[in-house]
């Protein structure tokens, strides 16, 4: 048995609920994006919509094109709201929505839970779902806290570039057993019974094969190694940008004193555009990326879809660069970063 929900996968999803303390086991998939694509489609069934019916979903624009395209696929509009310090959802952008918007999905950027309380309160004021893509951010807490246990559904992604991975897969989490109930049956193709394969919803299959699954398995085993080496590299950075970020030189990602952080790439944003930099490093052998991006600038997405006031976004968009850091980089590594790094804002600065 190499899929459908074999051996593997099972052990896994134990492993995942024992580790993230969620009521319901956690619903492998095969990647965190069709995760999320299911985990919306539950969402909007269990509001009483049918599967083409349409309705706003309320969406920072700051994230990567998986999180909207996942919206747009489920025949829904997508709402792009501001983002604020924290680069996650100004959770104010949800008072300003109208009746036509009946769901919210916030976006754990670089690993960084959006501010869950404020966002949970304001919605349920607006009477609107909330569900989390926390995609980047397997790890993640904020008040000690994963995001399930303030109440609210979230996906996660496994992908090989992120701090937990299964190569390809992710995961949703719910407490809801009707939602849980319908994304079990959606990664498998909709069917609800086997014996004729008969489905209630036109499911697209969407299960975790089992080596990933095992890969995941062996991955869980070393996670708590992985968390402790990780957060000392992320010490190490937040340690050498205090400087440049008192100067004034950039910024970095504001979180509180209680949200950990597992930080897929590590932000900062510049005064100027990112270019520069982002060359400067290049030619010294060293990949940053610009990410995230700003969803609504993108071709398929730009002037099409209603936009919120995208002050912060359009701001930082084109000064923000994601510089690398994994969980096993060794001291001659980040201090190879960090040299570099100075060299180019010294030069900088003398410029
Ligand atoms: C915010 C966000 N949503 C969705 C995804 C999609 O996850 P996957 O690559 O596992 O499909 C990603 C992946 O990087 C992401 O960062």
Redo the contacts with the bound molecule.
Sequence with gaps: MVTNQSVFVQEFEQGLQSYLRSELTPIAFC????A?YNLILATKLKLGYGISDSFGVLVPSF??S??VN?IVANHLTPVFADVDDSFTLNPDALLKVDDTVKMVIP???YGHLPNVDLIGKYARQKGIAVIF?N??AFGSTRNGKFTHESGFSEIY???A??PFTTM???CAVTSDPETWETLCQLRDFGQFEKERGDVSIPGLNSKMQEISAIVGLSNLNRWQDILYRRTEVIQKYDRFFTKYEAAGTLRTLKRNSDDFCTFIYYPIVLKEDADGLIQFLASQSITARRY?TAVHTLQFYRGKYPEQDLSVTNNIKNRVVALPLHTSMSDDETDYLFTTLETYFDRSQTV
Aim: avoid cysteine.
């Design positions: 990647n965190g994006e069709m999320l994230t990567f998986g999180t996942a976006v754990a950027v893509d995609a980047p992604s496994f992908h570039t992120k390809e897969g992710g995230y």
